[in-house]
């Protein structure tokens, strides 16, 4: 499997609501990352998972919350949200520390809409 | 910053001619990479260059680095429609930051 895989590929979501992101590899990799995408503008990164921990929170406001349950999933809560966060978010992993660094495997993404 | 920027924005060719793109970064790198992007899609990773390379090559994919000038450049040859997307280089540190894009469109 050299897949990373995201759920669900299209969301509408409201301002009051909670809901999450999943993103799932088997890979064996140990970073796993979220990014965020606005039209035309390159991804930004929001948070790395290194080993299950969170190594870096690139000042994501708290309406955004990861989770990292075991090496193969990486979350995404959100609650609360602007409808300025509408955006294709995008997870991704690597072999960090391990083997040969071939780059980030992304998934499809998230397409988050907030009405 | 490390973000790279690409040069041009955006571009159109005809089908079968070469394409070329350049990035430019601010400070010293591990290595740089080339990543495509299909429109509101997940990126793809394209190639990877260690600062100690100079070039390298991947099917009809050649890539440049010139660490004296902070530059890179990807070429495509012979291009092809399902090159039509957005191409990006981002350079790594600790994380990867990724270059503003060079969308580029194939015209039959």
């Known amino acids: 499997d050299t897949e990373v895989t995201q759920t669900p590929k299209h969301l509408v979501m409201g301002m009051t609501n909670k809901k999450s992101l999943k993103c799932e590899q088997h890979?064996?990799?140990?970073?796993m990352y979220w990014y965020k995408q606005k039209a035309k503008k390159p991804p930004e990164l929001m948070f790395v998972?290194?080993?299950?921990?969170?190594?870096i929170n690139e000042s994501v406001p708290s309406r955004f919350s990861p989770e990292c349950p075991n090496s193969s999933l990486l979350n995404l809560h959100l609650h609360a949200l602007q409808p300025e966060d509408s955006a294709l978010y995008l997870c991704?992993?690597?072999?960090?520390?391990?083997?040969?660094?071939?780059?980030?495997?992304f998934g499809s993404g998230t397409r988050l809409t907030v009405v | 910053s490390q973000q790279g920027e690409e040069d041009p924005q955006a571009l159109s060719i005809q089908e079968g001619e070469n394409a070329t793109m350049n990035c430019s970064y601010k400070?010293?790198?591990?290595?740089l990479q080339w990543y495509r992007q299909n429109s509101g899609r997940g990126l793809v990773h394209l190639i990877l260059?260690?600062?100690?390379?100079r070039e390298k090559h991947s099917g009809r994919l050649r890539v440049t680095l010139d660490t004296s000038k902070k530059s890179s450049s990807l070429l495509i040859t012979a291009s092809r429609a399902a090159d039509t997307a957005s191409y990006f280089c981002?350079?790594?540190?600790?994380?990867?930051?990724f270059g503003k894009g060079t969308r580029l469109h194939i015209l039959p």
């Open positions: 991704a992993s690597s072999s960090k520390g391990l083997g040969p660094w071939n780059g980030y495997t």
């Open positions: 890979m064996g990799h140990r970073a």
């Open positions: 998972y290194s080993y299950e921990k969170l190594s």
């Open positions: 400070t010293s790198i591990n290595n």
């Open positions: 260059i260690r600062s100690n390379e």
């Open positions: 981002a350079t790594q540190d600790d994380k990867i930051i």
